[in-house]
């Protein structure tokens, strides 16, 4: 089985722009979670996605989006970035709805720098 | 709010020591409680997971945890660890709230 692919591995910003960064699930799983990772942290989570839908969120600003696609792929997208984003950007991929629901399968993680 | 608390931020040990690295969590419900490992240059790995019924399980490479639900705790043990055992350790829970972090222990081991 194939394991959560994310890309890019690592990126540079500046202020105010704006960033997409994207997720491939394990095979056979259907939801995808995404988590910031800031520098002597442990991950914070962002939002989690079922169906095509947001299904969960953390306390993160509505400038952080995300999408789901039929393949169950997932994209977040980041508006108007500022300093604080820079972090390590985890996706996991899990299948709802069974007993390993919260069991989650992790990508290497995207890593964003904003200047 | 639920959350995870760790209380080792750095750990040295050398190897063939026993290892114990705490962790509680605050929430009154059901919870079901992980550990994750980060070695370095890799990504998050599942090393051990509580749902239900005995409250020691056991993971990979040795390692075990114990559930102590009037604690709150989960606490992670290995009687003898290695070098290449160096490495990010964290703590996570589920109930209320999506899977929830504690900010991690980091372990190094010495050869």
Redesign the interface.
Known sequence: ETGVTQSPTHLIKTRGQQVTLRCSSQSGHNTVSWYQQALGQGPQFIFQYYREEENGRGNFPPRFSGLQFPNYSSELNVNALELDDSALYLCASSLEGSAGANVLTFGAGSRLTVL | AQS?S?HNHHVILSEAASLELGCNYSYGGTV?L?W?VQYPG?????LL?Y?SGDPLVKGIKGFEAEFIKSKFSFNLRKPSVQWSDTAEY?C?A?GF????????TRLLVSP
Do not use: E, P
Request: aromatic fraction near 22%.
């Open positions: 995870v760790q079901n992980f994750y890799q990504h998050l790995q599942l997971k749902f964290f996570a589920t709230q999506k899977l929830v972090f504690g900010t991690g």
